[in-house]
C-alpha cells in the first residue's frame, strides 16, 4: 500500500505541475491576443489625406493687335505655374498657331499668334489645355494629382496618351471688321 500511495502522490504531484504550469500559459496565451488586438484599438489609424476636387474653370478673351496678330488672354482657378498649351486654329484652312503658357496668380496669356503678315478674317478656334500632370512641376502635381485624378468638371477628360486626365477648354472666335451670321456662339473680333 505505501508502494500505491507513493505512485499516486507522485502521480497527484505530476499533474498539479502540469496543470500549474499550463495553467498561466494558456492564460497568457489567451489574454495576449486580446491585449494586442486592444493596443491596435486604441492607436490612431493614420489620416489619409484628403485632397478635395478642383473644379477647373478657364475663361478666355482674344483681340487683334495692330498687326492683325491675336493676343489670347485668360483666367483660371487652376494653381500657379500651371503650364497651359494655348493654340489658335483657322477653321477654313486647320492652319494653326500655339504657345506654352504658365498660370500666374489666376491669369495667363499667349501672344501674338497668327502669322506675319496677320490673320486673314474667318473664324478660328481657340484652344487652352492643361496638359498631363507628368509634365507639370510638383507644386501643381500636388494639388491636381499625380494622374490628374483630382480634376473635375466639365473641361475634365482622358488623355490621349493614357496618362491620366487633362482639362481643355474650347471657343470660337470671328476675325473681322463685319459680324458674320452664325447660329454658334461666338465671339466677334473687330479691326480697331
Known amino acids: 500500500m505505501g508502494k500505491t500511495l507513493g505512485y499516486v502522490g507522485v502521480a497527484l504531484v505530476g499533474t498539479l505541475l502540469l496543470y500549474g504550469c499550463s495553467g498561466p500559459e494558456e492564460e497568457v496565451a ?60 483657322r477653321e477654313i484652312s486647320r492652319v494653326r498657331w500655339q504657345e506654352r503658357t504658365r498660370v500666374v496668380n489666376g491669369k495667363f ?40 485624378e483630382y480634376l473635375a468638371g466639365e473641361l475634365i477628360s482622358q488623355s490621349r496618351h493614357g496618362l491620366g486626365q487633362v482639362a481643355t477648354y474650347s471657343r470660337r472666335f470671328l476675325v473681322g471688321s463685319e459680324p458674320r451670321r452664325t447660329r454658334d456662339q461666338v465671339d466677334v473680333i473687330e479691326d480697331k
Open 30 to 89: 489567451q489574454h495576449q491576443p486580446h491585449s494586442v488586438a486592444e493596443e491596435r484599438a486604441s492607436e490612431p489609424e493614420p489620416l489619409a489625406q484628403q485632397v478635395e476636387p478642383l473644379n477647373v474653370m478657364i475663361l478666355t478673351a482674344a483681340f487683334l493687335r495692330p498687326d492683325r496678330r491675336l493676343m489670347v488672354e485668360g483666367e483660371t482657378n487652376l494653381p500657379n505655374d500651371a503650364q497651359l498649351q494655348v493654340v489658335v486654329e
Open 109 to 148: 496669356e499667349a501672344g501674338p499668334l497668327g502669322s506675319g503678315s496677320g490673320l486673314p478674317d474667318g473664324s478660328y478656334l481657340v484652344t487652352v489645355q492643361l496638359g498631363e500632370a507628368a509634365v507639370q512641376p510638383e507644386s501643381v502635381q500636388a494639388r491636381i494629382g499625380t494622374q490628374g
